[in-house]
């Protein structure tokens, strides 16, 4: 069983930063792919960024060159910066991890809001 919990949302002006923590716990060690998904009011779950075990990442198109995932193996935590924040990035946003052993888990979301 894996854990996730999330750390790092609120409430900021459009142009700022923040920074979303996920911090794995259990049988981490079968994780493939970690990533952080959004869902605004009204509207589907998506993906935003995830990268796998060996480091590759991927973005969507709407936060490419304003968000950065990364991922410290050693403290199995994943990081989302998010710089250069827009209304539109409003959401509740989900860490994600995947794995053969694990399956699809998520965490409880933390609310991201971005004030114009």
């Known amino acids: 069983q894996v854990q996730l919990v999330e750390s790092g949302g609120g409430l900021v002006q459009a142009g700022g930063s923040l920074r979303l923590s996920c911090a794995a716990s259990?049988?981490?060690?079968?994780?493939?792919?970690m990533g952080w998904y959004r869902q605004a009011p009204g509207k589907q779950r998506e993906l935003v960024a995830r990268?796998?075990?060996?480091?590759?990442?991927t973005y969507i198109d709407s936060v490419k060159g304003r968000f950065t995932i990364s991922r410290e193996n050693a403290k199995n935590t994943v990081y989302l910066q998010m710089n250069s924040l827009k209304p539109e990035d409003t959401a509740a946003y989900y860490c994600?991890?995947?794995?053969?052993?694990?399956?699809?888990?998520w965490g409880q979301g933390t609310q991201v809001t971005v004030s114009s």
């Open positions: 994600n991890a995947v794995g053969l052993l694990v399956g699809n888990v």
């Open positions: 259990g049988t981490t060690f079968s994780i493939n792919v």
């Open positions: 990268i796998t075990s060996g480091g590759i990442t």
